[in-house]
Nanobody, 123 residues
């Protein structure tokens, strides 16, 4: 089993900053991609940013230049630094981690989601 614990959401004024964290724990053998998605009311969940195991990053056009993503391998943790926040960034943010977990004498893939953390940006 792999568990994800998110933290760092909240209420901030437009132009402000927030930092989200997501820590993975459990029977982890290896982690590939770590990413953040968000879902605003009435909209589909969308990719915000992702970082691969070799450090490559990808961002949604709407956040590129304002958000950064990083990972701390030793702690199985991924961070999302959000700067210059806009009201349209308001959403529930979900962490997503993909990798392999130990399963008896072998490994199996996992693709887990965090519980979600609310980010609200006031104008």
């Amino acid at each position: 089993q792999v568990q994800l614990v998110e933290s760092g959401g909240g209420l901030v004024q437009a132009g402000g900053s927030l930092r989200l964290s997501c820590a993975a724990s459990g029977s982890i053998f290896s982690i590939n991609d770590m990413g953040w998605y968000r879902q605003a009311p009435g909209k589909q969940r969308e990719l915000v940013a992702v970082v691969t195991s070799d450090g490559k990053t990808n961002f949604a056009d709407s956040v590129r230049g304002r958000f950064t993503i990083s990972r701390e391998t030793a702690k199985n943790t991924v961070y999302l630094q959000m700067n210059s926040l806009k009201p349209e960034d308001t959403a529930v943010y979900y962490c997503n981690v993909r990798g392999r977990l130990t399963y008896y004498a072998t490994t199996r893939p996992f693709n887990n989601w965090g519980q979600g953390t609310q980010v609200t940006v006031s104008s």
